[in-house]
């Protein structure tokens, strides 16, 4: 297959060994993938945390079938098709109350610049166009285009882009091993770390800020719990000074945390949320921006002819993507999904936290169906000791992903406890037989 394998610059992967060793899906279903030799995999990542009602799922296979027969394509500027406002009312119905307008994009990372430029945008409309900063935090990950790249704070990320946008500055993150380490849920320390962001208003003038931009549950980098009392002591800075808040739940929406949104599961509501992943399930590409009315209705001035807000995509709102998604909230509903990983997360937390006593964790972090297990570097060798476990997880029947020293698991909500059971079993060898 060597020939056939080279034409593919493979994302987020190491090409080198991958081509080397490769591993291939050929076929999925429920909780699991099948490679192309017929071995089953279970999924303990659903996907690339976007497969939330598993694999497969019929009513959504079905509706992307029909749409593509009946059309396949409309165009989304100066025109429309229902499926388009059906979909936009409905993920407005799941979303925290005042956050009632729908502005889709294709990924979380269009998402983030869509969320971005809403808010620049916005404050210029009402007469603050000096508010042009926008803050994120140390270790955040808001998607790979300039603008989610800039706020974002992954350094592998950033480093080989240059400078990126200007006028960006990162609160601290949240990560504190010495006093969190193993905490089951919410961590009890660090609320105090959102007042990093009073320090930036103190160095830049809260007035030229726009907006602050965190995930609820910082995925990406290794799954970061917020800490107890930090997101709303965030909201109560932001309102302070007249910034918008703007929660990146490309992750924690659509039930990861056991309620429809995190802002819901933490209860605070930022002016902004950006979603992806699982609001198709991950069958086709798609995200949204999910808007507070007061911002929407800011913009809606002017003559009635002019666009009031200059951006979009080709292929926003897309009639498979439409379907597929009010199929998946249609799944979601019919399951009860959105929040069933409230009713499994002490169980999944129970098993998961039985791995602490195995060779070099050194923390583990849970909220929800979402876990990671940090691991202490190998000397000399940073991120190859969670890569060997993702190998030997693989060889064994287990899908996890990894970042830097972190293993992170984000089940689908189908599953049963006899596949979180397998999924601690088989980590447990893993993290036993790699030194």
């Given amino acids: 297959m060597t020939a056939s394998l080279d034409a593919y610059w493979m994302p987020f992967t190491a090409n080198r060994q991958f081509k080397k060793q490769p591993r291939m899906l050929a076929k999925a279903e429920g909780m699991h993938y099948w490679t192309p030799e017929g071995r089953q995999v279970l999924d303990g990542v659903a996907g690339l945390w976007c497969v939330?009602?598993?694999?497969?799922?019929?009513?959504?296979?079905?509706?992307?079938?029909?749409?593509?027969?009946?059309?396949?394509?409309?165009?989304?500027?100066?025109?429309?098709?229902?499926?388009?406002?059906?979909l936009a009312e409905a993920v407005a119905k799941l979303a925290p109350e005042g956050l009632n307008k729908v502005f889709f994009t294709n990924s979380g990372s269009e998402s983030v610049d869509t969320a971005l430029k809403i808010a620049l945008a916005y404050h210029r409309a009402r007469g603050e166009g000096h508010r042009t900063r926008l803050i994120g935090r140390e270790r955040g990950y808001h998607g790979v285009n300039f603008g989610g790249m800039s706020v974002g704070g992954m350094v592998g990320n950033r480093k080989m882009f240059g400078t990126m946008l200007g006028g960006v500055d990162h609160i601290r993150h949240t990560h504190d091993p010495a006093r969190n380490a193993f905490s089951k849920g919410q961590p009890a320390h660090g609320?105090?770390?959102?007042?990093?962001?009073?320090?930036?208003?103190?160095?830049?003038?809260?007035?030229?800020?726009?907006?602050?931009?965190?995930?609820?549950?910082?995925?990406?980098?290794?799954?970061?719990?917020?800490?107890?009392?930090?997101?709303?002591?965030?909201?109560?800075?932001?309102?302070?000074?007249?910034?918008l808040l703007i929660f990146d739940e490309v992750i924690t929406g659509f039930g990861?945390?056991?309620?429809?949104?995190?802002?819901?599961?933490?209860?605070?509501?930022?002016?902004?949320?950006t979603c992806a992943k699982g609001l198709t399930n991950g069958a086709v590409p798609m995200g949204a921006v999910i808007a507070k009315q007061s911002i929407y209705d800011t913009f809606m001035a002017g003559p009635e002819h002019l666009i009031e807000f200059a951006h979009g995509y080709t292929y926003s709102a897309h009639p498979l993507a439409c379907a597929a998604g009010l199929a998946t909230l249609e799944t979601y509903a019919d399951d009860g999904l959105l929040t069933r990983a409230a009713s499994l997360e002490a169980y999944f937390a129970e098993k998961l936290h039985t791995l602490r006593d195995c060779p070099h964790v050194i923390d583990i972090r849970n909220i929800g169906l979402v876990g990671g297990i940090e691991m202490a570097s190998r000397p000399g060798a940073p991120a190859l000791r969670a890569y060997d476990v993702f190998l030997d997880c693989f060889?064994?029947?287990?899908?996890?992903?990894?970042?830097?020293?972190?293993?992170?698991?984000?089940?689908?909500?189908?599953?049963?406890?006899?596949?979180?059971?397998q999924i601690v079993a088989t980590l447990r060898q893993a993290l036993q037989r790699v030194a």
């Fill in 52 to 86: 939330n009602a598993g694999h497969a799922r019929p009513k959504i296979v079905q509706a992307i079938a029909e749409q593509a027969a009946e059309m396949d394509f409309a165009p989304p500027f100066q025109m429309a098709h229902p499926k388009a406002f059906e």
């Fill in 191 to 243: 609320a105090e770390l959102a007042d990093d962001l009073e320090r930036l208003c103190g160095l830049h003038d809260a007035s030229t800020i726009a907006a602050v931009i965190v995930e609820p549950v910082a995925g990406s980098t290794g799954v970061l719990i917020p800490p107890q009392g930090y997101l709303q002591r965030l909201r109560e800075i932001c309102d302070r000074h007249g910034i």
């Fill in 256 to 273: 990861r945390t056991g309620t429809a949104f995190g802002a819901e599961r933490f209860g605070v509501t930022p002016d902004l949320i």
């Fill in 395 to 421: 060889k064994e029947g287990l899908l996890i992903r990894t970042t830097g020293d972190t293993i992170a698991l984000s089940p689908p909500l189908i599953i049963q406890t006899e596949h979180i059971d």
